[in-house]
């Protein structure tokens, strides 16, 4: 019996899985197994040109216990999920001759390695077939061409707004899968990258995460049950902020440096896909519908819209958005190892940036704001490589999220589509604006 093969990359969930219902269509189509498959790729264990270690204990914590949840969530339906460790390149065509299938079926990611990975499975021999589903509007739907979009994000809402856009409605979970291929124990045993343990494997690299403490006085205390990674604690999470006053005081909370309501926290989530943009967009829209809209909810919205001009940004610059220079004429940014060092454990000498460092080190997260604050003292201050700043980021932070992240660094460095030539925070403008007794810095520089 021939199957259908299925690829979860950064879609993590059940509910709104377009890419997963065209797989489950074409297996029912062609009465195949369907078989689920991740794949974590050596290169996120490996040191960085920077130094250290791509994916930190905190990410990987995070996004095993995604994978984790997910697997429940499958075992539950009569599937299962098969967590392949090795190249995509490699792993994902051996495991498509084991089960005789010649069709991978996966969401479509537009940042260079993503697309490297599914151009590889091309020159296998793989018929890929690989659905945008990351955004809150279809770049088919934008009022202008990917290649024409505005360079200025408030032309890019404002022409959306304008057209009166909106999301999709997001798709149910499905009750009922197609069942796995019945290949023997003995023949999965033989598969490059798969081993009976995997989930234990990836989980046992979480070992030197950061104390327990630490993660109580954590913005995003990712170690307790309601922050957990997985759909589940998503949509939990998701139902618990949209009542009544937390979104309609989002406006005026978003830039507090602590507090585990001042902000929606779904970044998480949304990096690793346990929940979709258009499921928030749709519970948020009903919020309003309940309880009316505010610019609170606005701003909610405005976010999400950051988001998707991040990944547009990506579909008109493509690699270019990771070349030294960015998008702008500046010369080649220098870097200084022992400053940038010294930004990284939170030694710059600078508290309000050292704060923020250590959070993000202890715990993995750290607020909107300070992540703007710090990024700006690294560029502006210290003059070192925004490219070894996102790196960190890409690192440390669990929500971490290739096309936010890259769109932000150049934002701030000013070698994005901003008009301005950078975005220096003044370090002792925003301690007085935004810590201006010093509590926030106290939690993170006594210890």
Same mark, same amino acid.
Request: glycine share 6%; net charge neutral; proline share 7%.
């Given at each position: 019996?021939?199957?259908?093969?299925?690829?979860?990359?950064?879609? !993590?969930?059940?509910?709104?899985?377009?890419?997963?219902?065209?797989?489950? &269509?074409?297996?029912?189509?062609?009465?195949?197994?369907?078989?689920?498959?991740? %794949?974590?790729?050596? %290169?996120?264990?490996?040191?960085?040109?920077?130094?250290?270690?791509?994916?930190?204990?905190?990410?990987?914590?995070? %996004?095993?216990?995604?994978?984790?949840?997910?697997?429940?969530?499958?075992?539950?339906?009569?599937?299962?999920?098969?967590?392949?460790?090795?190249?995509?390149?490699?792993?994902?065509?051996?495991?498509?001759?084991?089960?005789?299938?010649?069709?991978?079926?996966?969401?479509?990611?537009?940042?260079? @390695? @993503? &697309?490297?990975?599914?151009?590889?499975?091309?020159?296998?021999?793989?018929?890929?077939?690989?659905?945008?589903?990351?955004?809150?509007?279809?770049?088919?739907?934008?009022?202008?061409?990917?290649?024409?979009?505005?360079?200025?994000?408030?032309?890019?809402?404002?022409?959306?707004?304008?057209? #009166?856009?909106? /999301?999709?409605? =997001?798709?149910?979970? =499905?009750?009922?899968?197609?069942?796995?291929?019945? @290949?023997?124990?003995?023949?999965?045993?033989?598969? /490059?990258?798969?081993?009976?343990?995997?989930?234990?494997?990836?989980?046992?690299?979480?070992?030197?995460?950061?104390? &327990?403490?630490?993660?109580? #006085?954590?913005?995003?205390?990712?170690?307790?049950?309601?922050?957990?990674?997985?759909?589940?604690?998503?949509?939990?999470?998701?139902?618990?902020? !949209?009542?009544?006053?937390?979104?309609?005081?989002?406006?005026?909370?978003?830039?507090?440096?602590?507090?585990?309501?001042?902000?929606?926290?779904?970044?998480?989530?949304?990096?690793?896909?346990?929940?979709?943009? #258009?499921?928030?967009?749709?519970?948020?829209?009903?919020? @309003?519908?309940?309880?009316?809209?505010?610019?609170?909810?606005?701003?909610?919205?405005?976010?999400?819209?950051?988001?998707?001009?991040?990944?547009?940004?990506?579909?008109?610059?493509?690699?270019?958005?990771?070349?030294?220079?960015?998008?702008?004429?500046?010369?080649?940014?220098?870097?200084?190892?022992?400053?940038?060092?010294?930004?990284?454990?939170?030694?710059?000498?600078? =508290?309000?940036?050292?704060?923020?460092?250590?959070?993000?080190?202890?715990?993995?997260?750290?607020?909107?704001?300070?992540?703007?604050?710090?990024?700006?003292?690294?560029?502006?201050?210290?003059?070192?490589?925004?490219?070894?700043?996102?790196?960190?980021?890409?690192?440390?932070?669990?929500?971490?999220?290739?096309?936010?992240?890259?769109?932000?660094?150049?934002?701030?460095?000013?070698?994005?589509?901003?008009?301005?030539?950078?975005?220096?925070?003044?370090?002792?403008?925003?301690?007085?604006?935004?810590?201006?007794?010093?509590?926030?810095?106290?939690?993170?520089?006594?210890?």
């Amino acid at each position: 019996m021939s199957t259908t093969l299925f690829w979860f990359r950064n879609d !993590l969930r059940l509910h709104d899985q377009r890419a997963l219902k065209q797989a489950i &269509e074409h297996a029912q189509a062609h009465q195949q197994a369907l078989l689920l498959v991740y %794949v974590h790729e050596p %290169v996120q264990d490996a040191p960085t040109a920077w130094g250290f270690r791509r994916m930190s204990a905190h990410r990987r914590r995070f %996004v095993a216990d995604t994978l984790q949840d997910l697997q429940n969530a499958l075992v539950a339906l009569g599937q299962r999920l098969i967590l392949l460790h090795g190249p995509v390149a490699q792993v994902l065509p051996a495991c498509a001759r084991l089960v005789q299938a010649d069709t991978v079926f996966c969401e479509d990611i537009a940042a260079p @390695e @993503e &697309e490297a990975q599914v151009q590889a499975l091309i020159n296998a021999g793989l018929t890929v077939k690989s659905l945008w589903q990351s955004s809150l509007i279809e770049p088919n739907a934008l009022p202008f061409e990917a290649e024409n979009m505005p360079q200025v994000f408030t032309e890019f809402r404002q022409r959306i707004e304008s057209a #009166r856009l909106q /999301p999709l409605a =997001p798709l149910p979970a =499905p009750t009922q899968l197609p069942s796995p291929p019945s @290949e023997p124990s003995s023949a999965w045993a033989s598969l /490059p990258g798969w081993t009976e343990d995997a989930f234990t494997q990836l989980q046992a690299h979480t070992e030197d995460n950061a104390q &327990e403490d630490a993660h109580a #006085r954590s913005n995003f205390p990712y170690t307790q049950t309601a922050y957990r990674g997985g759909e589940t604690s998503a949509l939990a999470h998701l139902q618990s902020y !949209l009542t009544p006053p937390w979104p309609d005081r989002y406006k005026q909370t978003r830039n507090a440096l602590q507090g585990q309501h001042t902000s929606s926290h779904w970044s998480p989530w949304l990096a690793t896909g346990a929940v979709s943009a #258009r499921r928030i967009w749709a519970d948020l829209h009903a919020y @309003e519908q309940t309880h009316g809209n505010n610019d609170g909810t606005y701003w909610l919205w405005f976010e999400l819209l950051w988001r998707d001009n991040f990944r547009m940004l990506h579909l008109q610059h493509g690699p270019q958005l990771y070349a030294a220079r960015g998008l702008s004429n500046l010369p080649k940014p220098s870097h200084f190892p022992k400053d940038f060092a010294r930004w990284c454990n939170g030694q710059t000498g600078e =508290p309000i940036v050292d704060a923020g460092m250590r959070e993000l080190a202890a715990t993995g997260f750290t607020s909107n704001r300070m992540r703007q604050i710090v990024a700006s003292f690294l560029v502006h201050d210290l003059s070192c490589d925004w490219r070894a700043g996102a790196a960190w980021f890409e690192s440390q932070l669990v929500d971490f999220d290739v096309c936010s992240n890259q769109g932000n660094w150049l934002y701030v460095s000013g070698r994005g589509t901003d008009p301005r030539v950078g975005r220096r925070f003044n370090p002792t403008k925003q301690t007085q604006d935004h810590d201006p007794q010093g509590r926030y810095q106290k939690v993170w520089l006594a210890r």
